[in-house]
Every structure is written in C-alpha cells, then in structure tokens.
C-alpha cells in the first residue's frame, strides 16, 4: 500500500505525457501483462447461465492479477524516484533517520513507458502533449509499413510519396511541428478545394490525411479530432465523372493526327492505344509484352492487375479487340525492333567466325568454364543473399543478375522475383564487369585473350561483351560465345539452384 501512494504522489495527480511512443510502449506492456482497462471482463447481454455464475470469479481473478502486477510498478517506481542526490545532502546534515524523517522523491519521468503503463493501468487518462503533425506522420508511416506487406520497391516507392504529400500539406498548414489539436477544419477546407479542384483528386488525398488522424487514434490512448473527417465528397466525385464526354470526331481525328506525327514510336503507340480501346493512362501504360495477343485468332489486349500496376477501383480486368490501324501499327514497331537486332546479331556472329578455327579446339575448357561460371554467378548470388537476409522477393530477383537482360526478366519474372529490380541488378553488373575486368585480369596476370574474353561475357553478358570488343578482337568473339551459352544455361540452371537453396 504504501508503494502505491509513493507512486501517487511521484504522480502528482493529472499529468500529461511528453512523448507518443512513451505512451504507445506503455499501452503495449499493459496489454502484454493483460491488465489493460480494455482487458477487463465483461458480460455480454447473450451470457449463458454458467458464464454468469463464473463471472464473478472471473472478476475477482482480474483484479487479483491487477493488484498484483500494479503492487510491482509501483515499487519499481517509488524505488526509481528516490532522489539520492537530496538523500546524500540530508545524511550530510544530519536530518536523514531523524524521526519523521519523509524520503525525498524526485518528479517522476513521464517519458518512460513504465511510469505511464501504471497510470494506464490504474485507469488514468493519458495523452501525450504537443503531440505534432510529424509524430502523427511518422507513427503512419511505421504502422502501416507493418501492417501492409509490399514489395521492396514498391515499399520505398510508396514510403517516398506519402512523405511528399504529408509535408506538402504541413508546408502551408503550419509546418511538421504543428500541434495537432491546432488543426483547423476550416482552414484544411479551403487548401483542399485550392489545391485540387477536381473532387476524386481531392478525396484520395484527404483519405490519406485522415488516415493519419485516425492511425494516431487508433494506437494512442487518448483520440484527438479529425478535422479531415467528412471532408471528401463522393456524390461530386460522382457528378463529375457523368460530366465527362467523349471526344467529337473532329476532336478524334486532330488527336489521331497529332499522336500518328509524334517522333517517339513508343508515345505513338501508348497514344493509339488510348484512342482505340478506350484505356486510362495508367492501364496503357502499365502494359507488359505478355498482354499483347496479336498473334491470337483475334488480336487483342488485356487489361489486368499485374506487377507494374493495380487497377483502379473501379476498373475492370477485360480483354478487349484491337482495330486493324493498332494491329499495323504494333507489327510495324516489331519489325522494326526485328530490322535493328538482325544487323546487331551479324555484327557479333562476324568475329565468331573469323574465328571459327580457333574456338573450334576450344570446345572443352568452353563448356567447363561455362557450367563454373553460370553456377557460381547465380549460386553464390543467391547464398550470399540468404545470409544477409535479404527479402525472397530481393533474391529471386538478384539470382539471374549475370545474364543478358531480357532473359534475366523471364527468369526473374517465372520464379517469382521483380523483373524491374533484375533490370537494375543486370546493368549494375555490367557495368561493374566491363570497369573491373582488365585491372583484375592483370592482377591475376592472365594474358590469354580467349579466357579474359570468355570471363567477362559470362560475369557481366552485354555491356561486358562490348568492352571485350574494344580490348581485343579475340576476346570479344569469346565474351559473344560466353554471353550466348549462358544466357541459354542459366535459364535452366537458375529455377533448379533456387529450388535448391531456397
């Protein structure tokens, strides 16, 4: 009894928390120890007869291990704030084990989780002051983080422009270190409508500051006003999508006119897209090769959920026929893609049989030094992934690195990695091969054209293979073989070295 009136005392009646995540830790002891207010027993209206004989003694229980629980905060506490300094002081004047002589306490240190946990416990109300729009921002962020699972890139993508929107709304509402209990509806109101006309924009980032609000109330103990609550509109948002038209046909044919001239194949072809199906933005521009059917009975794109993009709420996953104008359009773009690889494909075949002789006595150190090398570079990338902890996802992607780019995307993207990611990961490589490999090589003080040549195309495919070329002629047929043979082995080595090590 007397610890709990120490601690009381060390309280001093009403206070008010200095730090959110004192209180959130708090929170979480008490629930971890079950004896949250919230943890009480309850009766519900439904109890059966034996639940309402047993509910006494379930109460008494409860309030058994509260006691119990708060009897050891409390000592703990009271032993925390003995003022030792002002002890010392006491014992040198000789007032210290007189007779009446009171213990001095110091104020207690409300930032600390167990301090608070005893006043949650005990039922006080607390509430962290000047609680700012950061804390509420950065407790967002975490607790979502948490709770959502999300690809790498996806996650930091996601982390970066919630950051920018959240500061862009604090840069004309009073700042990071604004007080939440100082924001003010009407002011909100009025930036809101100012920054983004259009109601749909508007309500999207408003649910994204409301979310904010009501994360902070959600995991602190004491709520604070929403001032966002209410202040999305979805009837105008309604109203003005059922203002929207199509276009005119003299309106259509300028836009056919000015996407058929513009100088990007690419745009062009996003563009015709949009015209001729009908596609958002977003949908015609998170397309991948795969959703391209034109060689089908009857050429069509597919619209879907995949790992470039999520389809809107609204929209709809559909397949949907593609006009002979856009069917023209995407085979003339294939064959030009088809016109430039064939000269880029003899340039690298010309050296390969200028050497011919050469590479034919070579046939057994070749595929020796192939199976090493595709093994090792995927094996090794994959290992050293695992004992560093690195995210599945960040593996699978990682495990193709050493091969040419568009086969290391249909392995990355088959065994379940993220094809962007591979992209990266492929050029890094690359470019780190061509940098590092004549210095290495003559370290190592090998000086056999054939094996540097071969050593590069294996360890960094494509840009490797064009250093090679302006080194050595040799070298450069052996990185085009080594580029080539790879590309073909590590494709059925990769799903097989995953399977294992994975």
Same mark, same amino acid.
């Given at each position: 009894?007397?610890?709990?009136?120490?601690?009381?005392?060390?309280?001093?009646?009403?206070?008010?928390?200095?730090?959110? #995540?004192?209180?959130?830790?708090?929170?979480?002891?008490?629930?971890?120890?079950?004896?949250?207010?919230?943890?009480?027993?309850?009766?519900?209206?439904?109890?059966?007869?034996?639940?309402?004989?047993?509910?006494?003694?379930?109460?008494?229980?409860?309030?058994?291990?509260?006691?119990?629980?708060?009897?050891?905060?409390?000592?703990?506490?009271?032993?925390?704030?003995?003022?030792?300094?002002?002890?010392?002081?006491?014992?040198?004047?000789?007032?210290?084990?007189?007779?009446?002589?009171? &213990?001095?306490?110091?104020?207690?240190?409300?930032?600390?989780?167990?301090?608070?946990?005893?006043?949650?416990?005990?039922?006080?109300?607390?509430?962290?002051?000047?609680?700012?729009?950061?804390?509420?921002?950065?407790?967002?962020?975490?607790?979502?983080?948490?709770?959502?699972?999300?690809?790498?890139?996806?996650?930091?993508?996601?982390?970066?422009?919630?950051?920018?929107?959240?500061?862009?709304?604090?840069?004309?509402?009073?700042?990071?270190?604004?007080?939440?209990?100082?924001?003010? #509806?009407?002011?909100?109101?009025?930036?809101?409508?100012?920054?983004?006309?259009?109601?749909?924009?508007? %309500? #999207?980032?408003?649910?994204?500051?409301?979310?904010?609000?009501?994360?902070? %109330?959600?995991? =602190?103990?004491?709520?604070?006003? %929403?001032?966002?609550?209410?202040?999305?509109?979805?009837?105008?948002?309604?109203?003005?999508?059922?203002?929207?038209?199509?276009?005119?046909?003299?309106?259509?044919?300028?836009?056919?006119?000015?996407?058929?001239?513009?100088?990007?194949?690419?745009?062009?072809?996003?563009?015709?897209? !949009?015209?001729? &199906?009908?596609?958002?933005?977003?949908?015609?521009?998170?397309?991948?090769?795969?959703?391209?059917?034109?060689?089908?009975?009857?050429?069509?794109?597919?619209?879907? *959920?995949?790992?470039?993009?999520? =389809?809107?709420?609204?929209?709809?996953?559909?397949?949907?026929?593609?006009?002979?104008?856009?069917?023209?359009?995407?085979?003339?773009?294939?064959?030009?893609?088809?016109?430039?690889? $064939?000269?880029?494909?003899?340039?690298?075949?010309?050296?390969?049989?200028?050497?011919?002789?050469?590479?034919?006595?070579?046939? @057994?150190?070749?595929?020796? @030094?192939?199976?090493?090398?595709?093994?090792?570079? @995927?094996?090794?990338?994959?290992?050293?992934?695992?004992?560093?902890?690195?995210?599945?996802?960040?593996?699978? +992607?990682?495990?193709?690195? +050493? *091969?040419? /780019?568009?086969?290391?995307?249909?392995?990355?993207?088959?065994?379940?990695?993220?094809?962007?990611?591979? /992209?990266?990961?492929?050029?890094?490589?690359?470019?780190?091969?061509?940098?590092?490999?004549?210095?290495? !090589? %003559?370290?190592?003080?090998?000086?056999?054209?054939?094996?540097?040549?071969?050593?590069? $195309?294996?360890?960094?495919?494509?840009?490797?293979?064009?250093?090679?070329?302006?080194?050595?002629?040799?070298?450069?047929?052996?990185? $085009?073989?080594? !580029?080539?043979?790879?590309?073909?082995?590590?494709?059925?080595?990769?799903?097989?070295?995953?399977?294992?090590?994975?």
């Amino acid at each position: 009894m007397a610890a709990h009136q120490a601690a009381e005392i060390s309280l001093g009646g009403p206070q008010v928390i200095q730090s959110h #995540r004192a209180s959130a830790v708090a929170k979480q002891l008490t629930i971890d120890e079950g004896i949250h207010p919230d943890q009480a027993p309850t009766l519900d209206a439904s109890a059966t007869p034996e639940e309402i004989s047993a509910f006494p003694q379930k109460v008494a229980e409860w309030h058994d291990n509260l006691d119990y629980k708060i009897g050891f905060m409390a000592e703990d506490i009271r032993h925390d704030s003995i003022d030792e300094e002002q002890q010392q002081k006491d014992y040198a004047e000789g007032i210290w084990g007189t007779a009446g002589y009171q &213990t001095p306490y110091k104020a207690i240190n409300l930032d600390h989780p167990f301090a608070v946990a005893y006043a949650i416990a005990k039922g006080v109300s607390y509430a962290p002051s000047h609680a700012t729009w950061r804390d509420a921002v950065e407790l967002y962020i975490k607790t979502n983080k948490q709770e959502k699972k999300r690809e790498l890139v996806k996650e930091i993508a996601w982390e970066k422009s919630t950051r920018q929107l959240l500061e862009k709304f604090a840069k004309h509402n009073g700042g990071m270190e604004l007080s939440l209990g100082d924001l003010d #509806r009407q002011s909100i109101r009025d930036w809101l409508w100012a920054t983004w006309p259009k109601a749909g924009t508007r %309500n #999207r980032y408003n649910n994204c500051f409301s979310a904010v609000i009501n994360c902070w %109330n959600r995991e =602190m103990t004491v709520a604070v006003f %929403n001032p966002f609550s209410g202040l999305s509109n979805k009837d105008q948002e309604k109203e003005e999508a059922e203002r929207r038209r199509s276009f005119k046909p003299d309106e259509w044919r300028d836009y056919l006119h000015h996407v058929q001239s513009h100088h990007n194949i690419e745009i062009r072809l996003i563009g015709l897209l !949009m015209l001729y &199906t009908g596609c958002r933005t977003s949908e015609a521009a998170g397309l991948q090769v795969r959703d391209l059917k034109l060689v089908s009975n009857r050429a069509h794109v597919v619209y879907r *959920t995949n790992r470039v993009r999520r =389809m809107d709420k609204d929209g709809l996953e559909r397949a949907v026929p593609l006009l002979q104008p856009l069917i023209d359009a995407f085979r003339d773009y294939d064959q030009f893609v088809h016109f430039l690889l $064939g000269p880029a494909t003899v340039a690298l075949a010309l050296p390969l049989w200028d050497n011919r002789d050469t590479i034919r006595t070579s046939v @057994a150190p070749i595929v020796l @030094a192939l199976l090493t090398g595709s093994i090792v570079a @995927a094996g090794s990338a994959i290992i050293l992934a695992r004992a560093f902890g690195l995210p599945m996802e960040v593996l699978l +992607s990682l495990a193709p690195k +050493s *091969t040419t /780019a568009p086969v290391a995307l249909g392995i990355s993207e088959a065994i379940g990695g993220i094809p962007a990611l591979t /992209a990266v990961l492929v050029i890094m490589t690359g470019i780190i091969g061509a940098v590092t490999v004549t210095p290495l !090589m %003559n370290l190592l003080r090998i000086t056999d054209w054939r094996a540097r040549g071969f050593a590069v $195309g294996v360890a960094a495919h494509g840009i490797g293979t064009a250093r090679a070329f302006q080194v050595n002629p040799l070298a450069g047929a052996y990185a $085009g073989i080594a !580029m080539a043979l790879n590309a073909l082995l590590t494709s059925l080595i990769v799903p097989l070295l995953v399977r294992w090590l994975v």
